[in-house]
């Protein structure tokens, strides 16, 4: 009986090792994770903590947090095993923040002043429902077919598609939801917030406030190696930083959205490891880094704020749109920006018409051609802060065509040659989901 108590308790032993070596240094980064999707998802798009549990949080060890949400105090916490609790705060206008012990929730915050357009245009230009329009080019049996397609049949979870919009010569020509979704529903857009981010250095370029070609004004660069690093080496992930990005393990990703206090610091703290313009490394910390940049720009706080709505996001329509902000009051530009399927659609549309909206040039022409330009090392894959087609990466697709793309399979792709724009929203990436089919359907359904 001694000797079976000795084994099991040298078999507990070494389970809590092995527990304490590979699992316990991430219950920060799982309760940090479940806690700050489960505030956002319920607070912004009214989802419940069963819908989140069962969509958004059934990931691999995520699912091993408890989690509660508190109505009146508009936070959600989360643990594992009752270990490492998070706390990610609800502030209207803000969406949610993850918060360590330190975060004073009795502080006063400012919040960005929204405008809402109104007119009596349709979609996209105004918030009237679109007009009916029927193309005799277009083959609404095999589009409709290869949308349908996107989306799983009887109950299973394979593709998790959540929505799908073609956006034809500026009509809505296929639109389809997911079960639980539908055109009002908010969605995460995680890195496809990257882009929009970018954007906002193309409106300040064409205002004349910023060009892109100089070093990146950032003091603490200002004597050493670093102080040759432009912001356009930034917008195209060449910066030559110090960066990994790993979302299977801890890794500068990772601590940085799950615990840093202020993003736009972490990267910006990284010594350089090759010279700008010599290698391509896919950073989230650049992005928060170029957020940080766009703070310095404006004399106050609130102008920060107030710029990416009034820039950019209210004066395209996309009023649903919401951009969360960490503790330091940054806007998370690398991945927190919630919107419907149909405002992400705009932001398309903004592209696909090189920077004007209904008569209004946002940013110059150029610009366009600009963030679709292969980056140098990325094989056609990567533009500034958009995604391409030129390497051929989707073979059935047209090389002029780049995107937006996001964790889980978000994208936002825009293709010039065919006037299409068109919007998947799901919880699966290319290996599962077959975005290649998806893109030549819609494609083989436009008659030449």
Request: aromatic share 12%; hydrophobic share 35%; glycine share 8%.
């Amino acid at each position: 009986m001694k000797k079976i108590i000795k084994i099991l308790g040298l078999a507990l032993l070494l389970f809590l090792v092995y527990f304490g070596y590979t699992t316990y240094p991430k219950l920060d980064l799982i309760s940090g994770f479940s806690s700050k999707s489960m505030a956002s998802g319920h607070f912004i798009d009214n989802r419940s903590q069963e819908i989140i549990e069962k969509g958004d949080n059934d990931i691999e060890m995520i699912t091993l947090a408890k989690n509660k949400i508190d109505e009146n105090g508009k936070f959600a916490t989360a643990s594992v095993y009752g270990l490492k609790e998070r706390k990610a705060i609800y502030r209207e206008g803000l969406g949610a923040t993850l918060i360590n012990d330190d975060f004073d929730i009795s502080k006063p915050y400012e919040v960005p002043k929204r405008t809402k357009l109104v007119n009596n245009l349709p979609f996209p230009y105004g918030n009237k429902e679109p007009k009916d329009t029927v193309f005799a080019n277009v083959d609404y049996a095999k589009l409709n077919a290869a949308v349908a397609k996107a989306f799983d049949a009887n109950g299973k979870k394979e593709k998790r598609t959540r929505s799908v919009l073609v956006i034809y010569k500026d009509k809505i020509i296929a639109e389809k939801y997911d079960t639980g979704f539908n055109k009002e529903s908010k969605i995460l857009g995680w890195s496809m917030t990257k882009s929009i981010t970018a954007t906002l250095f193309g409106i300040l370029q064409k205002q004349g406030k910023i060009e892109v070609l100089k070093p990146a004004p950032i003091p603490e660069w200002a004597n050493d190696e670093r102080s040759k690093i432009t912001i356009n080496d930034l917008l195209h992930m060449n910066s030559g930083l110090e960066w990994e990005e790993d979302y299977t393990k801890i890794c500068d990703a990772t601590k940085m959205l799950f615990q840093a206090e202020d993003m736009s610091q972490e990267q910006l703290k990284k010594p350089a490891q090759f010279k700008p313009n010599s290698h391509w490394n896919y950073s989230s910390g650049t992005t928060n880094l170029l957020s940080g940049i766009l703070r310095r720009q404006f004399k106050t706080h609130q102008e920060y704020l107030d710029f990416w709505y009034s820039a950019l996001i209210d004066k395209i329509g996309m009023s649903s749109m919401l951009v969360e902000t960490d503790m330091a009051g940054n806007y998370v530009g690398s991945s927190y920006g919630w919107a419907t399927t149909r405002d992400w659609s705009k932001f398309g549309l903004l592209y696909l018409h090189k920077g004007n909206w209904n008569g209004d040039q946002l940013f110059d022409e150029n610009w366009a051609k600009y963030v679709a330009t292969p980056t140098d090392g990325s094989k056609g894959d990567y533009g500034a802060h958009f995604w391409l087609n030129a390497g051929g990466h989707y073979p059935n697709a047209p090389r002029d065509m780049y995107s937006a793309n996001g964790f889980q399979g978000q994208k936002v792709f825009i293709i010039p040659s065919q006037d299409l724009v068109i919007v998947r929203m799901g919880l699966t990436e290319d290996a599962k989901f077959d975005f290649d089919g998806l893109l030549s359907g819609v494609l083989r359904s436009l008659k030449k």
